[in-house]
């Protein structure tokens, strides 16, 4: 009697063993989501890309390609493990000649078991001015959080078209922190201002 106790626990075992196989695939499906072209018109930098930005007190700072690459990244698999997600990631990154001060623009696009997610344009200013927006097939400038759009925009003197208007959505508090940013993609960075009042103009 004992013995068929314990062959009939071990049977249980194997049964829910193979039930838990049965559920996961050997060879999970892979979800790959490439940047778009319209996407990446976004990006308008060079290998060899530089700009010059004034500030308010009159500084010019010249800011170079430091660093750039297009990459894949797997970014998480579901539940029953069938299959595999990975986000597509196109960044630049631009430092001042004068200064420890950097410039980063990242494009990147992701999904969900091979339906496109929105796009995201992300630019991050020495890693404590964090803007992004989702980019809507079909809306140049859909309605979000932190988001404003402008058909045409004046900066220092210069007529851009179809500016984002960028609301900082990181939490430090610094007075030098970046607060409102302005980009278009035929020029990139525009403009950005800081919580002390200043800005940093781009100088064409």
Not at 22 to 32: D, F, L, R
Not at 49 to 66: D, K
Not at 134 to 143: E, I, M, R, W, Y
């Amino acid at each position: 009697m004992e013995r068929m106790r314990i062959w009939s626990w071990l049977g249980l075992v194997l049964a829910v063993i193979a039930l838990g196989a049965s559920g996961c695939c050997n060879s999970p499906k892979e979800y790959h989501y490439p940047l778009k072209p319209e996407t990446l018109e976004m990006n308008q930098y060079g290998l060899n890309a530089e700009f010059r930005m004034e500030h308010t007190a009159g500084h010019i700072e010249t800011f170079s390609l430091l660093n750039a690459g297009h990459e894949e990244i797997e970014i998480g698999s579901c539940g029953n493990c069938c299959a595999q997600e990975f986000k597509d990631i196109l960044y630049v990154l631009f430092k001042a000649e004068t200064s420890a001060s950097q410039i980063k623009l990242e494009l990147s696009q992701g999904g969900t078991e091979g339906v496109y997610e929105p796009a995201r344009l992300g630019l991050t200013i020495n890693n404590n001015g964090i803007f992004y927006a989702d980019l809507v097939p079909g809306s140049l400038c859909a309605a979000q959080q932190g988001l404003q759009c402008h058909d045409t925009l004046t900066i220092a003197g210069n007529l851009y078209y179809d500016v984002f208007e960028f609301a900082n959505q990181g939490t430090s508090q610094s007075t030098e922190m970046p607060k409102t940013l302005y980009f278009n993609a035929d020029h990139g960075l525009l403009k950005y201002t800081t919580l002390d009042g200043a800005a940093w103009q781009l100088l064409q």
